[in-house]
């Protein structure tokens, strides 16, 4: 299967015929059920399809599809004993991990872990289903709460154990991508059962116990407890404060072996090396070692880089305690391979020699440093050397690869859905709804039309009756105007009274002028 699906991608001319073999082998293997799922090779070669169609311009819509098909064909109830099972846990962390965000990757969420992440983190074989969950690129952040949440009664029991650490680990670094739920998660690292006088949590008794919750209090911690050690070192507010004065808080002995153990190196330079820890929290930390730096110096190549780191993170009075302790036994580091390394970025020959002249390349470093501080920022010499990289970029990074499907590819999208034989259930439940919501709205559409035309009735009628007044209001107006203009019989007639008058004056006149002449 594996040679098949190289050649078909290999291959420019057989490329169209993949998501064909794809949608075949996936509607067998559902045909096939839960039993063809815990097969070694049937579940494998799922895996191996799915990352076949990656590197197709659509693959990622592809794959996506893919895992939404196998999770509609999964039950609830069958959800546990493919987690349990070696070969189906793999497939079921594939689907969860492709999955697209949004709706399809909260209803997987919902529907299959929902209430079973105890259960399901507990056991050898589950418990990676629950990281892949954590660590999914559909994972948002209302999911990370509802899983945290769930899983809080349980943390202190899961980070006891190295072996169920991981679950712990993934949900810290979704926290801390999100900024949800972190105080929350620490806190149920930090405290034991029982304690819940706040006087007693703030104890020097009480301190380290955060430290060694997860680093533990010998030997050397486990890999992902180191990682959960920089992930919370890493959170906001007070949760990467705590962590770095419980770390300090620890014996001398147990931070000289840590910071000689491949593991253990990694979580003190992660603490010198934090945006969110003061630096007198910091300085702290290097000076709890003082008198013990030639030791750790000596103790391999992570004791001789966890020595430059405080080299690097110190201030010039503690740079020169490094430097003057170091120069007693200058001979014995240089001698081995990892030592020298140390004598080079101290400069220790040069503090032996000239003093001044080491003094006051600290002091002109420092001067540059604060010049230019507020344009490229000041991380203490840290710039470009990160122990652990932060979740959030890592989570956006992630996000990133895999998209939603956009408009332009949902054609694409429903065409292979229906090549995979996806949701013929549902769209006959689908049409069901649709034909029920068209039958109502036509009879919304037959009420709202039968009230239109009642409505358009009365304001007819009302528009008659309001011309029938208007028709008689001009009739009396009418009939008014009519008696006004009708003369009375009892009435003088002054007009031909006046129309005599003239005729005399005129007449008068005419006699008047003639005597004048």
Known sequence: ARALMSALQSTPQLRDLLSDAVAALVNNLVQIGVEGMQKPHLSATLQEAMDALKPLPEGRVLVGAVAHRIMESIDENDVTRLAKDPSGSHLIEKVVQELPSGTIFAEMYSKWLRGKLVALSTDK???HVVQALFGAAGCGEAEVILAVQELLPSVWSL???????????????ACSKFHVMEKELSDAIRYKEGIKDESEQQSPKTIPIFAENVLGTRGSPAYVKSMLAQVLLTMRGEVARSFAASLSALEVERLVQLSCDKTGSRVIEAALKSTVIPEQAKLGLINKLKGR??????GGPCGSRVVECFYRTADVK????????????????D??????WVIKTCKVRLFREKKEQWLSGLQKNVKKREMFADIVGDDGGQQGSKAYSSPSSAGRKQASKQPD??????????????????GKATRIKQEQKKGKDDQDE????EATTAEAAAAIEIKQEEKRVDEEKEEEEKEEEIDESKKRKKP???APQPQPIMIKTMVEEKQEQEELSKAVV
């Open 488 to 490: 009375s019989k009892s």
């Open 159 to 173: 980070v006891t154990r190295p072996d169920r650490c991981g679950v712990v680990m993934k949900a810290a670094e």
């Open 335 to 340: 001698r081995d391979p990892n030592g020298r």
């Open 442 to 445: 036509e009879e919304k559409e």
């Open 125 to 127: 074989l589950a418990n």
């Open 293 to 298: 730096y030639v030791d750790v110096a000596l």
């Open 405 to 422: 499907v956009g408009p332009e590819m949902t054609p694409l999208y429903e065409e292979f859905m229906r090549k995979l034989g996806f």
């Open 318 to 333: 503690v740079k020169e305690a490094i430097t003057a302790e170091l120069a007693v036994r200058e001979a014995d580091i």
